[in-house]
């Protein structure tokens, strides 16, 4: 059975921006599945007209069989979603945040009151259920936030960019935990920017790029898009700035990332570029490489990949991160 089956989804907002140009996506029930694209794909539309939040222009949505235009409530109750930002009223307990949101599924108090402690339990805030949200850390907010998105039993979990702003150790656990509840049957589909957190952890990628889908496969599929090979060079210390705005004009060039006084690049004609970096820029230490996740994104989406600080699996990049959500919850009540 589909999860979710998307078709020709269509998004123009009343400014006039396309922002998705006619979807197409299925998700198996029990996948983990990762939705991946630059800032401004269209993600957060995408993710918004399933939750009720944005009003699609055309096309069509179900849920495990519930459809969005005949029964959209009957397809929210399918869905759990946690979100970006943090949208608690920091002054109620742990245990009520989680407790309520069953209330508003109309599950009854006794079950509820079982499945708020068992989620509470699993996600390691039991010891905090009964102090105010304010109390908590970023990273118990967010388990928080899981926990609540988790008490109505939804058959799918939408994860929107969900360890942004987390540490390592905090991610690692969160994502033992999903696993775990994927193992289990939940299908899980995980927004992001972050090529690392796909690759680690999704089974299946699709990436989005420009209100389209540009690839759809597994991590290596993807990787396989990339065009060409990778060149790598040494930068050179003097007149950088002269350095790149050259080579990336020679033989069409591409500049995937820097790490360290290495640059990477792709290029359509890997000889080409070669001949051109060892004669007319005299680089040292040229190296050629099978494409990357990286390469491939470029390839895919016109668009530089955004790095992670640190990666789940401990890489670290040269690129900065763009600024994580804060946690300074605001008090906002959500629903
Ligand atoms: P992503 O989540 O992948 O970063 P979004 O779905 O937020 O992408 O945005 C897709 C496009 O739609 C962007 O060009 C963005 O500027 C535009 N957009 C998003 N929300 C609105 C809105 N409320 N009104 C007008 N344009 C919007």
Known sequence: M?????????KTYSAGVEALKGVDLKVKQGEFFALLGPNGAGKSTLIGILTGLVNKTSGKVRVFDEDLDVAPSRLKAQLGVMTQELNFNIFESCWNTVNFQ??????????AGRRTEQLLRDLELWDKAHQPVRNLSGGMKRRLMLARALVHDPKLLILDEPTAGLDIELRRSLWVYLQKRNEAGLTIILTTHYLEEADAFAERIVVIANGRVVADGSASDIRARGAGRILSVDIPEANERAWFAQATSTAGMTLIETRGRRAYFSAPDTDAAALALLTALGSKNLEIAAPTLDSAFVALTGEQPEAEEAAPHGRTRGREKPSAPTDTATGEVTR
């Open 2 to 10: 589909e999860a979710l089956n998307i078709q020709q989804l269509r």
């Open 102 to 111: 069953a209330g508003y599924y109309g599950i009854d108090w006794k079950e």
